[in-house]
């Protein structure tokens, strides 16, 4: 047992080295364009995770990849392009329909009971958005044949994973107490990623033995089973199914990064909602009239989507994206770095890591007028960005929550089409009030954890809407 212990710690610590270099944090929209647009090519690699590197070094170095770590090469191409092309492909959205519907019965059941048990008083919304969203994005992963415990199993170990992940380092670094923290951490990591396995690997066998019909959607899962990638990640050697270890790695990142972020956007735009009584109307008066659940009269709704980009404009759920680039190539284009400025270790190695900060670019001064002020308009006909969306074009890039390049987040689509329904039945149904009569504004500190969280979780007093 001991000399297991000691070849997995030995392990681990190869695993830390070597570690990037952060050279820049660029929160300039300008050079975020030059480097993701103009340069896209030479800025689509990420560093790779250190529980991925730790993983490899178990497996004697094969590398079970996930989308967001394959570096740019034709077995991304084909990982991007499937799950594009058939999960999250705009035809096949319109089918998320019922699981919305469902999705969202269940939240405003689950808080209106809350709502009545506190009288009076607030209610906490965070567990009750997460919990409605995660089976939302889980049926779009497995089909609707995976029953609900299953579902809250899954939704608790990715949590836990997530939070352990990005778990604050409290020793000071290179010091033995935080190597030994670090290997502590793997070693809760792997146990948590062997539990995923457990749980997503017999829903794949299922599948491969029958294939129920699932209502126009096509589940990641059915994608991935019926996938053949490059053999090495070449296109030139032949092809090969998905392994079980690249699909629970993609599975664990489809629903980390899927239901998370959604409900963090809905706390975040519930909250300033909540602040702005008179925005709260607007959007009321504007979704009052539609059917939620119907993309078509979603799309209509300028005001909610105005609503909804404001939100992430200033609360970019991903906190900062990373990128592996080439020392001479972040001297060029980032104007930092190259041999004279990067420690000569560092530009040896080729390790050179160039971080965009998604917030001070949504909160750019000379982009943005009264950057810190929530204020949909806008986003409106004549507002000063009617014509910004979620993604960047190609010209400049104003904001970029969902990132830019060519590894913008994919879920762009499917993330905004939920956060609309959700937003526009809460607000139907509910009137949000702050939690108690004094309190003239909640608190929107961020936390930057795996997600961009409120530090001060989201309380309010809710009282139910008569529908007519
Ligand atoms: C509000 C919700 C979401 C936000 C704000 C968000 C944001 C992001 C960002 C900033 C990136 C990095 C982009 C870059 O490096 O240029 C990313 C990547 C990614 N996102 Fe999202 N995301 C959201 C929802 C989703 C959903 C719903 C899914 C899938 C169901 C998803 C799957 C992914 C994947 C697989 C990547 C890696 C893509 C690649 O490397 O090719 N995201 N996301």
Redesign the pocket.
């Known amino acids: 047992v001991i000399l297991q212990r000691r070849r997995s710690y030995s392990s681990a610590k190869r695993a830390r080295a070597p570690a990037p270099v952060v050279i820049q944090k660029i929160g300039d929209p300008a050079v975020a364009h030059r480097a993701?647009v103009e340069n896209a090519d030479d800025f689509s690699n990420r560093p790779l995770a250190p529980f991925l590197r730790y993983l490899a070094e178990r497996n004697g170095g094969r590398r079970g990849e996930s989308?967001?770590s394959v570096s740019h090469s034709p077995l991304?191409r084909a990982f991007?392009c499937n799950?594009t092309a058939e999960t999250?492909h705009p035809s096949r959205l319109g089918h998320l329909a019922p699981l919305q519907r469902e999705g969202i019965e269940a939240l405003v059941a689950s808080l209106s009971s809350s709502a009545a048990a506190a009288g009076e008083g607030a209610i906490p919304v965070r567990e009750h958005l997460c919990n409605a969203v995660f089976p939302v994005?889980a049926r779009l992963c497995f089909g609707d044949g995976v029953d609900g415990c299953h579902v809250r199993a899954m939704g608790s170990v990715i949590r836990s994973f997530q939070q352990i992940a990005v778990g604050e380092a409290r020793a000071s670094p290179g010091t033995l107490r935080a190597r030994f923290a670090e290997w502590r951490r793997l070693r809760r990591l792997l146990a948590l990623h062997g539990r995923l396995g457990e749980l997503f690997l017999p829903l794949v066998a299922a599948r491969r033995e029958s294939r129920w019909p699932c209502n126009g959607l096509r589940p990641y899962v059915d994608s991935l089973i019926d996938l053949r990638v490059p053999v090495d990640g070449d296109d030139g050697g032949g092809r090969r199914g998905v392994r079980d270890d690249e699909m629970v790695n993609l599975f664990s990142?489809?629903l980390g990064?899927?239901a998370g972020?959604?409900g963090a956007?809905l706390e975040w735009t519930l909250a300033h909602l909540v602040n702005r009584q008179d925005v709260q109307q607007k959007l009321r008066e504007e979704v009052d009239g539609g059917d939620v659940f119907r993309r078509s009269l979603i799309r209509g709704m300028p005001y909610l989507n105005a609503v909804v980009l404001e939100s992430?404009r200033l609360h970019?759920?991903?906190p900062f994206?990373q990128r592996h680039v080439q020392p001479d190539v972040a001297a060029r284009v980032v104007g930092v770095g190259g041999t004279a400025t990067v420690p000569a270790a560092a530009a040896a190695a080729g390790d050179v890591l160039v971080q965009f900060t998604?917030g001070d670019i949504g909160r750019d001064k000379h982009t943005w007028k009264d950057p810190d002020e929530f204020r949909p308009e806008r986003f409106l006909p004549g507002g000063e960005a009617e014509d910004v969306g979620p993604l960047p074009g190609p010209r400049e890039i104003r904001m970029m929550?969902?990132?830019?390049?060519h590894?913008?987040?994919?879920?762009?689509g499917?993330?905004m089409v939920n956060?609309k329904c959700f937003l526009a039945a809460l607000v139907r149904e509910f009137q949000w009030a702050p939690p108690t009569e004094d309190c003239a504004a909640v608190d929107l500190t961020e936390l930057d954890t795996f997600i961009k969280t409120m530090k001060k979780p989201l309380s309010a007093r809710l009282t139910p809407r008569v529908l007519l």
């Open positions: 993701l989308l967001a991304w991007r799950l999250l994005i990142e489809f990064a899927g972020t959604i956007c992430l970019p759920l991903v994206m998604l929550p969902f990132g830019a390049g590894r913008f987040c994919p879920g762009s499917v993330a956060i």
